[in-house]
T-cell receptor
Framework: GAGVSQSPSNKVTEKGKDVELRCDPI?????LYWYRQSLGQGLEFLIY????????KSGLPSDRFSAERTGGSVSTLTIQRTQQEDSAVYLC???????????FGQGTRLTVV | DAKTTQPNSMESNEEEPVHLPCNHS???????IHWYRQLPSQGPEYVIH???SNVNNRMASLAIAEDRKSSTLILHRATLRDAAVYYC????????????FGPGTRLSVLP
């Protein structure tokens, strides 16, 4: 079956613009995670959704970042007033439940110019 | 969060076994030990996970110390495709947390 799908695969935006990144998790997966990875760096946790529980937003770096997950499926990560330091690969993952393996998408490469 | 410690880098020769160590001295009773790897220019992929007993799957084996304060990921015959960053992660099975990735171990496989 289909894996985790992210769109767009690449996004170039001007500083100050808003961007929306989309994640389609694997059908039936209750857990969804967002991470970002700057060039040559490790993975930085952003936000975690689990079923109908309140999301764990502890990793969001500033109030310019927000995410929602509609109907327990698709998730959108929104970055307002983008800055150059937001340039990174944004990775989404999903898992059937919190105790099973997570499947990662290929990521969205965001470049802020 | 319980933390893990891994060597920054390791080298192996192709077709030889590789033992990747991970220390997690503050592990709690409900923490699962997960291993993921990230190949160049790709998202992380699941390798294996376990709680107390050693685990085997088609990709690797996971050996967990009796006191659970350390574990070892074993690749039985390294191939060039196994060159990646390997992450050892603790995850509380009781509370279902996010995955906290450390810097991992960069494995180089020499032909």
């Amino acid at each position: 079956g289909a894996g985790v799908s992210q769109s767009p695969s690449n996004k170039v935006t001007e500083k100050g613009k808003d961007v929306e990144l989309r994640c389609d998790p694997i059908s039936g997966h209750t857990a969804l995670y967002w991470y970002r990875q700057s060039l040559g760096q490790g993975l930085e946790f952003l936000i975690y959704f689990q079923g109908n529980s309140a999301p764990d937003k502890s990793g969001l770096p500033s109030d310019r970042f927000s995410a929602e997950r509609t109907g327990g499926s698709v998730s959108t990560l929104t970055i307002q007033r983008t800055q150059q330091e937001d340039s990174a690969v944004y990775l989404c993952a999903s898992s059937f439940d919190p105790n099973t393996e997570a499947f990662f998408g290929q990521g969205t490469r965001l470049t802020v110019v | 969060d319980a933390k893990t410690t891994q060597p920054n880098s390791m080298e192996s020769n192709e077709e030889e076994p590789v033992h990747l160590p991970c220390n997690h001295s503050t592990i709690s009773g409900t923490d699962y030990i997960h291993w993921y790897r990230q190949l160049p220019s790709q998202g992380p992929e699941y390798v294996i996970h376990g709680l107390t007993s050693n685990v085997n799957n088609r990709m690797a084996s996971l050996a967990i110390a009796e006191d659970r304060k350390s574990s070892t990921l074993i690749l039985h015959r390294a191939t060039l495709r196994d060159a990646a960053v390997y992450y050892c992660i603790l995850r509380d099975g009781a509370y279902g947390q996010n995955f906290v990735f450390g810097p991992g171990t960069r494995l180089s496989v020499l032909p």
